[in-house]
């Protein structure tokens, strides 16, 4: 019997790899179609990043993170802080925009678990409507948009060298007079251990995993007025049909990430942590990109000082033709811009035994647009 049960699996396999075996001559269909969802997605400042220090290092600090910034990059850095910590990163973006990120976080049962909260919201307001009946704005109506996401982080230390966390996010999309809601949710996970007697830490992270936004609301209102076709008739009934349109669901900006840290050197007093990420975006191309933090903590002095810098290749670095970009008075060439580039710094104080007080600074390049100044500050205690 047994024999008849192989024969019938060796026969299933025949039958299988000779199809592929009769079309080893027939030539290779190469689809050249573009087959990503760039410029489909809404909710884009989910990728905008939290702390200073996050964003100087870029998103292979996902590996190395053990702060209140793993509520973004990494949950699964929450069981392996010292303590509790509160941040706040304020960033004036382009047009008259910001962008604010905020968050709490904390080890649980001595590291075995980690919980945290966090809020990040990017807009602006009172801003002038335009229209065709109104080009100057005369009407001096206002409207605003304000998109906000919630998130709830709990993380678990499986063993002393691997942790895993999530977090769970409520995501609201106000533009003007319409809005939107839908939930979302970050996996990640981050193995570390020892090569070579000093730190190392791999990361991976899946971020925005979830339903899409679908806009609605009183801008969506119109009124139908269907013109006659006797000009003896008005134009204008006197009981307009109210309608609304409906807007295309657009989905929310998945990413997938892996990070990885290295400390080459690590002491009481020195620390140079080497990083590397790749980044798959549904939005966007894949991204790759390196890095490295500087951290010196002198003997005897309750301070410490951090000096951080990141490359992360862009999709839209590769610029069509001989265009040319200017950054910091230097020109580049056939498509080399510095889009991507990140660097910063930052200090920390212990104040006594249980407390500490940090501020961290980042200076961000977006290619074309230029650069933006990045803020923020840190409390913790144990």
């Known amino acids: 019997m047994r024999f008849w049960k192989h024969g019938a699996v060796a026969l299933l396999a025949l039958s299988a790899a000779l199809p592929a075996y009769a079309q080893e001559d027939v030539p290779t269909v190469e689809i050249k179609k573009e087959n990503s969802g760039a410029g489909t997605t809404s909710a884009e400042f989910l990728l905008m990043g939290a702390g200073a220090r996050g964003m100087a290092i870029g998103p292979s600090f996902a590996a190395l993170t053990r702060d209140v910034e793993s509520l973004y990059y990494n949950p699964a850095g929450l069981p392996l802080m010292n303590g509790m910590e509160v941040g706040l990163t304020m960033m004036p973006y382009f047009a008259d925009t910001n962008y604010m990120w905020a968050g709490i976080a904390m080890p649980l049962a001595g590291g075995e678990y980690g919980f945290g909260l966090s809020i990040a919201n990017f807009g602006f307001s009172n801003m002038p409507i335009y229209t065709e009946e109104d080009p100057t704005g005369t009407s001096e109506l206002m409207y605003g948009v304000s998109e906000t996401v919630l998130g709830l982080s709990f993380a678990h230390a499986f063993i002393d060298r691997f942790t895993a966390g999530a977090t769970l996010k409520l995501i609201t999309d106000k533009l003007g007079q319409t809005s939107a809601n839908t939930f979302a949710l970050d996996v990640g996970t981050n193995y570390h251990s020892e090569l070579t007697g000093r730190p190392i830490a791999l990361a991976f992270v899946t971020q925005n995993l979830g339903r899409s936004l679908k806009h609605t609301g009183a801008g969506l209102d119109f009124s139908n ?133 940090k501020a961290d600074y980042a200076w961000r390049n977006f290619g074309v647009l230029g650069a933006k100044n990045v803020f923020s500050v840190g409390i913790g205690w144990r």
């Not at 007025?225 to 006197?238: C, L, N, T």
């Not at 009981?239 to 400390?263: K, N, T, W």
């Open 225 to 357: 007025f269907p013109v006659a076709s006797d000009p003896a008739y008005p134009s204008q009934p006197k009981d307009p049909m109210p309608a609304r349109y409906e807007a295309q669901a657009s989905a929310i900006p998945v990413v997938f990430r892996v990070g990885l840290a290295y400390d080459v050197l690590s002491s009481a007093a020195n620390r140079l942590s080497l990083l590397t990420e790749f980044n798959e975006y549904y939005n966007v191309g894949a991204s790759y990109g390196f890095g490295g933090e500087y951290a010196f903590t002198p003997e005897g002095l309750p301070f410490s000082a951090a000096l951080r810098g990141n490359y992360a290749y862009q999709p839209d670095n590769n610029l069509s033709g001989q265009e040319t970009r200017d950054w910091a008075g230097a020109t580049t060439v056939d498509g080399e811009g510095m889009d991507g580039v990140t660097l910063g710094g930052g200090l920390a104080f212990n104040l006594g035994e249980n407390y500490s007080l």
